[in-house]
């Protein structure tokens, strides 16, 4: 959008929020999220779309701070009673949400008790598999949610002699590949990561078809337990650390901080979210692609499916009906596919409904901006199992700590692999029985 | 020196000119980094010397509204936080001097118990206790407000303890004068006490000024509304972007501004410290 | 440390002494004393359910070999920012306070740093420090080493130390100038006729004088480099790698703000301001002592 558009959107979105306020006593409704940035003026839109399309409702979005801050202020403001109708809450905070049976509102009771016609079947099972209770109700809405991929330098291939518009599939291909780039000069690195928990632990073992934790990676029970200390985990993880030694694995932080290496040309290749595309094609002054995160393809049952990331929307108790219907009017507007497959489009992020990803195919999208449908063909490549449905575990943005620590430990040499998915099993599992105390 | 030897002078130049380098290199990047275009800074090693989009970018701030930051501009999150810089700043100096002042030159019961509840302030920090203030705040109807930005945070004691050390230091005749001809404790306090204490207020406006300028998890917590919002909320709000990139130019653009006021803050008052210097110079 | 003339009278003093004290109240014992409750409860994060566990929390602290080494990186962490950034700071105001030309630029420069928020910092030193664009990182593998404090505990610490000294080393500096400044020439230059070179006028009459500030600024930095150094380590390194930067205070926001498990975060508090009031009473009662009001 040009500077000239994005000014206009915004003097609307202030426009729009003034008047509304001086019009009618329209109900507000108060949608507190963690976009900022330019998914910040995406978010303001899709706002103020809803409001401009009827007159009864005003949804008031404001920016919390990253992900835990917002979620943190929402927690504060409903111990204070002052909580908001909408927040939003990144996956890892999902178990301590659906505990909270006091504080959250369902959205599949919210919107069948003031929703119009609200079909759940439209959205796709592998992103609100997530967020369902066990008899496949839906708690939460998911909003931005992303998977990851692999991010490769087409030029670097090519100038190695590698075919670039065949990204490696499996663990060998990639080591492969990574090998011959180095010596030929063309990368000084294979790939590196985004993420590394989320990346080769919680998706690894869903694109293995192997538990990450018992009773189905927490969705059955509370007492559930770590498994990621299996020999499989413990074989990619001590892989990865030999891979430091050739330089065909690069460490490079928690987050996202290891993109530089990737558009500086230094790595090859780089697995992150697929959300990240719009800064991947932004910041990259090469040809690059994007492919399905590889696997080992001697384990039965692999490539399964990968599982999401991302954030929900969560209703809070404690408001009017009249309010309510607001919130589940938006939602319905927030459903439609035109609505869906724009923010998808804009965002990189993956559309929740089936008839979203249909009318981005049939506007020609994916055409134009090849790879940006990798993301959505992995999430479905098979029904999920009960290994790759996603995760229920509680106290999970401390054990995520906990799991990036242990590793750190292997990157910087001080732990074996297996000592450190054995302390990091171990360390997890109380966190996780804590949980079950205070939650049960 | 008081010697006049050229080479000290020169050593002394040299340790300063490191020093400031040293010290100053960080935020010239930052101007540096407002002066390029985004991609610039995302691949490759961060540029030395400025780039040729300083006007492109600066207008973008001011005149586009904060990319991504919402409804409030950027005029109207500098007002706020200059608003609740200056509350902090004034607040504090008036309640630590009078406090100081009470616990320094009276003999009363309770003297020192006054003094260590004060200081006990300081072993527990905001963030610490951040929740439950939150809640404090909310039940006296203080968010959203001005007040409810300011007035919690006055609570530390660094400036009364300051305050205590120097009327510590200032000679006992001074107040035997005063008394000898017939002044009270309070004409004491004001036309010759805060007169002296012209230096240490005018360090502990910068301080605080900068202090409550400089704060984010506060201001995050008590401001529901964006018409609220402070600029360095509005910089975390353009720099912490969940899968986006973050704008850099825009987001040091925006930090660079926002750094102009409390460097203005810290100029004035610098006149005051030699001035003050000037008239106590026996 | 006591005046030996004072005013007398009772309501007086309490009066003035009031606004502080019942802002003191509502906005600062009040809520840390919920905070410090918290220390006996277990809660779910909403609050719904709360149980009371006794010392439950406090043993389990002391169990966790996580806890006990943040204690080891607290204490070198502070002690190596409290002296170096008093340190730096003294040597560029003695320096700065003598010299004519350019005086004026000096200070206002090495000024500046204090103006900036932790936040912005901690961005500023990630673009100087990233291993892979950062310009300082690039200079220093060009002298052989290989920068790297994603992975290597030691560059972290590093890093996190200058970053929290950069910032402190000007509000140090501004404070030991005014002490400076505050010094009656007359007595230097008294010293001088009499024949002492500036070294021994700087241990003999500058530093003796100087005393109050540095005093202040010992108890101000010790608490500086224990609980406003989180948010310069939370902007860069998040405690990481592994365990190496996560100091006590640190430990405390991530258990209560983020993992929002409040009792352990309130627990860790309560041992953390029980070590800063022994650290702040040792200094009253013992280094007080040598300083000269």
């Not at chain 3, 005393?211 to 939370?234: D, K, R």
């Given at each position: 959008?040009?500077?000239?558009?994005?000014?206009?959107?915004?003097?609307?979105?202030?426009?729009?929020?003034?008047?509304?306020?001086?019009?009618?006593?329209?109900?507000?409704?108060?949608?507190?999220?963690?976009?900022?940035?330019?998914?910040?003026?995406?978010?303001?839109?899709?706002?103020?779309?809803?409001?401009?399309?009827?007159?009864?409702?005003?949804?008031?979005?404001?920016?919390?701070?990253?992900?835990?801050?917002?979620?943190?202020?929402?927690?504060?403001?409903?111990?204070?009673?002052?909580?908001?109708?909408?927040?939003?809450?990144?996956?890892?905070?999902?178990?301590?949400?659906?505990?909270?049976?006091?504080?959250?509102?369902?959205?599949?009771?919210?919107?069948?008790?003031?929703?119009?016609?609200?079909?759940?079947?439209?959205?796709?099972?592998?992103?609100?598999?997530?967020?369902?209770?066990?008899?496949?109700?839906?708690?939460?809405?998911?909003?931005?949610?992303?998977?990851?991929?692999?991010?490769?330098?087409?030029?670097?291939?090519?100038?190695?002699?590698?075919?670039?518009?065949?990204?490696?599939?499996?663990?060998?291909?990639?080591?492969?590949?990574?090998?011959?780039?180095?010596?030929?000069?063309?990368?000084?690195?294979?790939?590196?990561?985004?993420?590394?928990?989320?990346?080769?632990?919680?998706?690894?073992?869903?694109?293995?078809?192997?538990?990450?934790?018992?009773?189905?990676?927490?969705?059955?029970?509370?007492?559930?337990?770590?498994?990621?200390?299996?020999?499989?985990?413990?074989?990619?993880?001590?892989?990865?650390?030999?891979?430091?030694?050739?330089?065909?694995?690069?460490?490079?932080?928690?987050?996202?901080?290891?993109?530089?290496?990737?558009?500086?040309?230094?790595?090859?290749?780089?697995?992150?979210?697929?959300?990240?595309?719009?800064?991947?094609?932004?910041?990259?002054?090469?040809?690059?692609?994007?492919?399905?995160?590889?696997?080992?393809?001697?384990?039965?049952?692999?490539?399964?499916?990968?599982?999401?990331?991302?954030?929900?929307?969560?209703?809070?108790?404690?408001?009017?009906?009249?309010?309510?219907?607001?919130?589940?009017?938006?939602?319905?507007?927030?459903?439609?596919?035109?609505?869906?497959?724009?923010?998808?489009?804009?965002?990189?992020?993956?559309?929740?409904?089936?008839?979203?990803?249909?009318?981005?195919?049939?506007?020609?999208?994916?055409?134009?901006?090849?790879?940006?449908?990798?993301?959505?063909?992995?999430?479905?490549?098979?029904?999920?199992?009960?290994?790759?449905?996603?995760?229920?575990?509680?106290?999970?943005?401390?054990?995520?700590?906990?799991?990036?620590?242990?590793?750190?430990?292997?990157?910087?040499?001080?732990?074996?692999?297996?000592?450190?998915?054995?302390?990091?099993?171990?360390?997890?599992?109380?966190?996780?029985?804590?949980?079950?105390?205070?939650?049960? | 020196?008081?010697?006049?030897?050229?080479?000290?002078?020169?050593?002394?130049?040299?340790?300063?000119?490191?020093?400031?380098?040293?010290?100053?290199?960080?935020?010239?990047?930052?101007?540096?980094?407002?002066?390029?275009?985004?991609?610039?800074?995302?691949?490759?090693?961060?540029?030395?010397?400025?780039?040729?989009?300083?006007?492109?970018?600066?207008?973008?701030?001011?005149?586009?509204?904060?990319?991504?930051?919402?409804?409030?501009?950027?005029?109207?999150?500098?007002?706020?936080?200059?608003?609740?810089?200056?509350?902090?700043?004034?607040?504090?100096?008036?309640?630590?001097?009078?406090?100081?002042?009470?616990?320094?030159?009276?003999?009363?019961?309770?003297?020192?118990?006054c003094f260590w509840i004060i200081f006990s302030t300081l072993m527990l920090p905001v963030e610490v206790r951040i929740l439950p203030t939150f809640e404090v705040v909310a039940n006296l109807g203080m968010l959203n407000s001005y007040a409810g930005l300011s007035i919690p945070l006055i609570a530390s004691a660094t400036a009364t303890f300051l305050f205590r050390q120097f009327f510590l230091t200032v000679p006992d005749e001074l107040t035997e004068a005063a008394r000898m001809d017939g002044a009270g404790p309070f004409r004491f306090f004001v036309d010759i006490l805060v007169p002296l204490s012209r230096t240490n207020i005018a360090a502990i406006f910068v301080i605080m000024f900068i202090y409550g300028w400089n704060q984010y998890l506060w201001p995050l917590l008590v401001t529901t509304e964006e018409s609220f919002y402070t600029i360095v909320?509005?910089?975390?709000?353009?720099?912490?972007?969940?899968?986006?990139?973050?704008?850099?130019?825009?987001?040091?653009?925006?930090?660079?501004?926002?750094?102009?006021?409390?460097?203005?803050?810290?100029?004035?008052?610098?006149?005051?410290?030699?001035?003050?210097?000037?008239?106590?110079?026996? | 440390?006591?005046?030996?003339?004072?005013?007398?009278?009772?309501?007086?003093?309490?009066?003035?002494?009031?606004?502080?004290?019942?802002?003191?109240?509502?906005?600062?014992?009040?809520?840390?004393?919920?905070?410090?409750?918290?220390?006996?409860?277990?809660?779910?994060?909403?609050?719904?359910?709360?149980?009371?566990?006794?010392?439950?929390?406090?043993?389990?602290?002391?169990?966790?070999?996580?806890?006990?080494?943040?204690?080891?990186?607290?204490?070198?962490?502070?002690?190596?920012?409290?002296?170096?950034?008093?340190?730096?700071?003294?040597?560029?105001?003695?320096?700065?306070?003598?010299?004519?030309?350019?005086?004026?630029?000096?200070?206002?420069?090495?000024?500046?740093?204090?103006?900036?928020?932790?936040?912005?910092?901690?961005?500023?030193?990630?673009?100087?420090?990233?291993?892979?664009?950062?310009?300082?990182?690039?200079?220093?593998?060009?002298?052989?080493?290989?920068?790297?404090?994603?992975?290597?505990?030691?560059?972290?610490?590093?890093?996190?130390?200058?970053?929290?000294?950069?910032?402190?080393?000007?509000?140090?500096?501004?404070?030991?100038?005014?002490?400076?400044?505050?010094?009656?020439?007359?007595?230097?230059?008294?010293?001088?006729?009499?024949?002492?070179?500036?070294?021994?006028?700087?241990?003999?009459?500058?530093?003796?004088?100087?005393?109050?500030?540095?005093?202040?600024?010992?108890?101000?930095?010790?608490?500086?480099?224990?609980?406003?150094?989180?948010?310069?380590?939370?902007?860069?390194?998040?405690?990481?790698?592994?365990?190496?930067?996560?100091?006590?205070?640190?430990?405390?926001?991530?258990?209560?703000?983020?993992?929002?498990?409040?009792?352990?975060?309130?627990?860790?508090?309560?041992?953390?301001?029980?070590?800063?009031?022994?650290?702040?009473?040792?200094?009253?009662?013992?280094?007080?002592?040598?300083?000269?009001?």
């Amino acid at each position: 959008m040009s500077l000239k558009a994005k000014a206009l959107a915004a003097t609307a979105v202030l426009a729009l929020t003034a008047t509304a306020g001086g019009a009618h006593a329209q109900v507000e409704i108060n949608w507190w999220h963690a976009m900022g940035g330019e998914l910040g003026d995406r978010l303001n839109e899709i706002a103020a779309g809803f409001n401009e399309s009827q007159s009864d409702y005003t949804v008031v979005p404001v920016y919390r701070g990253n992900y835990t801050e917002t979620m943190t202020a929402a927690i504060a403001a409903f111990r204070a009673r002052q909580q908001p109708h909408i927040v939003q809450v990144f996956e890892v905070g999902t178990a301590s949400m659906m505990a909270a049976e006091g504080a959250i509102y369902p959205v599949y009771r919210l919107m069948e008790e003031h929703g119009i016609d609200w079909d759940p079947d439209v959205y796709l099972p592998a992103v609100v598999g997530y967020y369902s209770d066990a008899e496949g109700n839906i708690l939460s809405l998911p909003f931005n949610s992303s998977t990851p991929v692999l991010y490769y330098n087409k030029d670097a291939f090519a100038e190695a002699g590698l075919d670039p518009e065949q990204p490696p599939r499996t663990w060998d291909e990639l080591v492969e590949a990574s090998r011959t780039m180095i010596e030929a000069g063309s990368a000084d690195c294979g790939f590196t990561t985004g993420w590394p928990s989320w990346l080769h632990l919680e998706n690894f073992s869903a694109l293995h078809n192997v538990p990450l934790a018992t009773h189905a990676n927490g969705f059955e029970s509370l007492a559930t337990e770590f498994r990621f200390d299996s020999d499989l985990h413990k074989r990619h993880i001590g892989n990865m650390a030999a891979w430091q030694q050739e330089n065909i694995f690069q460490y490079g932080g928690r987050r996202s901080d290891s993109r530089p290496k990737f558009l500086s040309g230094e790595c090859a290749m780089y697995m992150d979210s697929s959300g990240s595309y719009a800064a991947v094609k932004a910041g990259a002054d090469f040809e690059f692609g994007v492919g399905m995160l590889p696997y080992y393809d001697d384990v039965e049952g692999a490539p399964q499916n990968s599982i999401i990331g991302g954030a929900t929307l969560w209703v809070l108790q404690g408001h009017s009906d009249e309010e309510y219907e607001g919130v589940a009017a938006f939602f319905q507007y927030l459903s439609q596919p035109e609505v869906q497959a724009r923010w998808h489009q804009e965002t990189g992020y993956l559309p929740i409904t089936l008839e979203a990803y249909q009318l981005s195919e049939e506007q020609g999208f994916y055409e134009e901006n090849p790879g940006t449908d990798v993301s959505i063909k992995q999430l479905t490549l098979n029904d999920p199992t009960e290994h790759s449905r996603g995760l229920r575990l509680g106290n999970f943005v401390q054990i995520r700590d906990v799991i990036n620590e242990e590793l750190e430990e292997v990157w910087s040499g001080n732990k074996t692999a297996e000592q450190a998915l054995e302390d990091a099993v171990r360390r997890g599992n109380e966190l996780l029985r804590q949980f079950e105390r205070d939650n049960s | 020196m008081v010697e006049n030897r050229p080479w000290l002078t020169l050593l002394q130049h040299l340790v300063l000119i490191c020093g400031v380098v040293i010290v100053v290199f960080p935020i010239w990047i930052a101007f540096v980094a407002s002066t390029h275009e985004g991609r610039a800074l995302v691949a490759g090693v961060i540029p030395l010397l400025p780039g040729d989009q300083l006007v492109e970018n600066y207008r973008t701030i001011l005149f586009s509204g904060m990319q991504g930051a919402g409804g409030a501009s950027v005029g109207t999150m500098l007002l706020n936080s200059l608003i609740m810089a200056l509350s902090i700043a004034t607040g504090k100096i008036v309640i630590s001097l009078l406090s100081a002042f009470a616990v320094v030159y009276f003999r009363f019961p309770f003297r020192m118990l006054c003094f260590w509840i004060i200081f006990s302030t300081l072993m527990l920090p905001v963030e610490v206790r951040i929740l439950p203030t939150f809640e404090v705040v909310a039940n006296l109807g203080m968010l959203n407000s001005y007040a409810g930005l300011s007035i919690p945070l006055i609570a530390s004691a660094t400036a009364t303890f300051l305050f205590r050390q120097f009327f510590l230091t200032v000679p006992d005749e001074l107040t035997e004068a005063a008394r000898m001809d017939g002044a009270g404790p309070f004409r004491f306090f004001v036309d010759i006490l805060v007169p002296l204490s012209r230096t240490n207020i005018a360090a502990i406006f910068v301080i605080m000024f900068i202090y409550g300028w400089n704060q984010y998890l506060w201001p995050l917590l008590v401001t529901t509304e964006e018409s609220f919002y402070t600029i360095v909320m509005g910089i975390q709000r353009m720099v912490t972007v969940a899968d986006s990139y973050p704008r850099w130019h825009h987001a040091m653009a925006a930090a660079v501004m926002a750094l102009l006021p409390p460097t203005l803050v810290v100029l004035i008052m610098q006149r005051l410290f030699v001035k003050g210097l000037v008239e106590t110079e026996k | 440390m006591h005046k030996k003339v004072t005013f007398g009278g009772f309501a007086f003093p309490l009066a003035l002494l009031l606004p502080q004290l019942a802002i003191t109240f509502v906005f600062f014992l009040w809520p840390a004393g919920q905070a410090l409750y918290q220390s006996v409860l277990r809660q779910d994060a909403f609050g719904l359910r709360t149980t009371f566990v006794g010392l439950d929390n406090f043993v389990r602290l002391f169990h966790d070999p996580a806890y006990l080494s943040s204690f080891k990186v607290t204490l070198i962490f502070s002690a190596s920012v409290t002296l170096i950034g008093l340190a730096v700071a003294l040597l560029l105001a003695t320096m700065a306070d003598r010299v004519i030309k350019g005086a004026g630029l000096y200070k206002t420069l090495l000024i500046i740093p204090y103006a900036v928020a932790p936040a912005v910092a901690g961005v500023l030193w990630y673009f100087l420090f990233n291993p892979s664009i950062g310009i300082l990182a690039y200079l220093v593998r060009g002298l052989g080493y290989n920068w790297n404090h994603q992975i290597s505990g030691t560059d972290a610490m590093i890093l996190v130390i200058i970053a929290s000294v950069w910032k402190q080393v000007s509000y140090n500096f501004l404070f030991f100038l005014a002490g400076l400044q505050a010094i009656p020439r007359s007595l230097i230059e008294a010293a001088a006729i009499d024949g002492a070179g500036p070294w021994k006028r700087f241990t003999s009459i500058i530093f003796p004088l100087l005393s109050p500030t540095t005093f202040f600024l010992l108890v101000v930095n010790v608490v500086y480099a224990f609980f406003e150094t989180f948010g310069v380590i939370h902007a860069t390194t998040s405690g990481g790698p592994g365990q190496a930067t996560t100091i006590l205070v640190y430990k405390v926001f991530t258990d209560g703000f983020i993992a929002l498990d409040l009792g352990s975060s309130a627990a860790q508090s309560v041992v953390l301001m029980i070590i800063v009031i022994l650290l702040t009473a040792v200094q009253f009662r013992y280094i007080e002592r040598r300083v000269q009001y």
